[in-house]
């Protein structure tokens, strides 16, 4: 097993855990795709307040522990979404390579998608 094949079997343990000890059960795919929404949204919130986001505010050292592990709270939901949404490592890896060659092609002018043309 590689490293991402390890992560999403620790999250998925880590699921299961907490739909039988919290009594989740019964909730449809897509209220949990929607509730692991909002707790990326809530989660990438904590990665901002450790970079000093708030221009109105004195700036304070970074914690690169604390971004370290808020940037990880997102991982773990991340996956934990991709599990729900019937994404496996493997496949998340294979969209990740052909997403990313395109992002790189529309970069390039080399895109079928229109606005990406090299001016």
């Known amino acids: 097993m590689d490293k991402l094949d390890i992560i999403f079997q620790m999250q998925k343990m880590l699921d299961d855990d907490i739909i039988e000890r919290r009594k989740l059960h019964g909730i449809s795919r897509e209220e949990w795709i929607q509730k692991?929404?909002?707790?990326i949204i809530s989660e990438l919130t904590e990665v901002m307040d450790e970079v000093n986001f708030k221009w109105w505010k004195n700036p304070k050292?970074?914690?690169?522990?604390?971004?370290?592990?808020?940037?990880?709270?997102?991982?773990?939901f991340f996956v934990s979404m991709c599990i729900k949404a019937g994404l496996t490592a493997d496949e998340l890896f294979e969209i990740y390579k052909a997403k990313n060659k395109e992002n790189f092609d529309r970069q390039y002018g080399k895109s079928e998608k229109k606005g990406y043309e090299v001016q």
Do not use: G
């Open 61 to 76: 050292e970074v914690d690169e522990a604390s971004l370290k592990e808020e940037i990880i709270d997102v991982l773990h």
């Open 36 to 39: 692991e929404i909002l707790a």
